[in-house]
């Protein structure tokens, strides 16, 4: 398994491989790069078909973290990490407590969070070890979802206003994919605006809520993406623009709060040849990260600001909607190429 040479290695700082064989834990932290600050990012519990595809992971996440560090505007590097193990099977304290040992080892370089597959408990547990945890005080701020969907809310008014001009949802008919701790919480915002929603949930009774609270239209799950609507806002899995989907996609914006919402680099390049707005993820949905970071800085918490903070999620990518088309490039390429310009500037003025 080549690491330097690997496809998704991208001058990584720091890919560290965990074993602990008394708990069973085996893991891997990767530091993408602390230009702008300590690297902050979730540990994620996942049983990998292979320990490649938990590298894969790891490199591609930890790079991910950078970006949406970056363009958030916050003063944190990128970092993941990921516990190779089925999450229903395989946790005890004695592996998070083994866990904790090694994001202990990073001195501080790399804090931890949670992520898919583990609980605010399981940080928790990681605590008992390590002080370099995030996102875990009782007293703090709490669920980030809130957070999160309101910067995908401002961050589709941005979108809705660069590519059809109108400054007002009312009347904008967005398609809705997943209505989980997200998705509730845009459609409560989107139906406030006076949007019409399509929505659609693995979970009935979660389509059922936002039918009867916010008058949307139930859809089915791979009806989904072929509706006349103006805004698709992917809130639910990754890789959901891909080869079977693009053809049928009809919304002219894709704005929505999932991860890794290309299948690959190229599907952002198609979306821009015909003509969609692509929202690029890793800056929508830094919503609840720039919360996160809030509490863990510690001092005290003021939700206003940090609200305000978040709106300026729209701003960004207006900037990156038009420098998409100075360049002629396809959003996601220009949104990668701004977050590189900052925290590659972060590099040179702590040389200087
Ligand atoms: P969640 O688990 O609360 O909700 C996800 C919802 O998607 C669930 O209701 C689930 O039933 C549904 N779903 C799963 N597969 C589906 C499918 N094929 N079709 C339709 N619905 C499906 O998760 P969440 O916290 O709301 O996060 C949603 C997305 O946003 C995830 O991709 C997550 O990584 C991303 N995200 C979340 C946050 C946050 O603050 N929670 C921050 C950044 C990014």
Known sequence: MPIF???????????????????????????????????????????????????????RLSRGMTYKAALAGLPLGGGKSVIIGDPKTLKSDALFHAMGEFVNSFGGNYTVAEDVGITVGDVKTMAKITPHVAGT?????????????????????????????????????????????????????????????????????????????????????????????????????????????????????????????????RHGIALAQQGKLYAPDFVINAGGLILVNEEHAGGKFDMAMTYSHIARIGDTLSEIFKLADSQGTPTSQAAERLARARFQKGAQSQAA
């Open 5 to 59: 040479a690997h496809t998704e290695f991208d001058d990584h700082e720091q890919v560290s491989f965990c074993n602990d064989p008394k708990s069973g834990l085996r893991a891997i932290i990767a530091v993408h790069n602390t230009n702008l600050g300590p690297a902050l990012g979730g540990c994620r519990m996942w049983n990998y078909d292979s320990d490649a595809e938990a590298l894969t992971d790891a490199l």
């Open 137 to 265: 005080s009782n007293g703090g701020v709490g669920d980030p979802a809130p957070a999160t969907a309101y910067g995908v809310f401002v961050g589709i008014k941005a979108a809705v206003r660069h590519k059809l001009g109108r400054d007002s949802l009312s009347g904008i008919r967005v398609a809705v994919q997943g209505l989980g701790a997200v998705g509730y919480y845009l459609c409560e915002r989107l139906f406030a605006e006076g949007a019409e929603l399509l929505v659609t949930d693995l979970n009935p009774k979660a389509v059922t809520r936002v039918v009867e609270e916010f008058a949307a239209e139930p859809v089915g799950l791979d009806e989904i993406f072929d509706q006349d609507v103006d805004v698709f806002a992917p809130c639910a899995l990754g890789a959901v623009i891909n080869d079977e989907t693009l053809p049928r996609l009809r919304a002219r914006v894709i704005a929505g709060s999932a991860n890794n919402q290309l299948a690959e680099a």
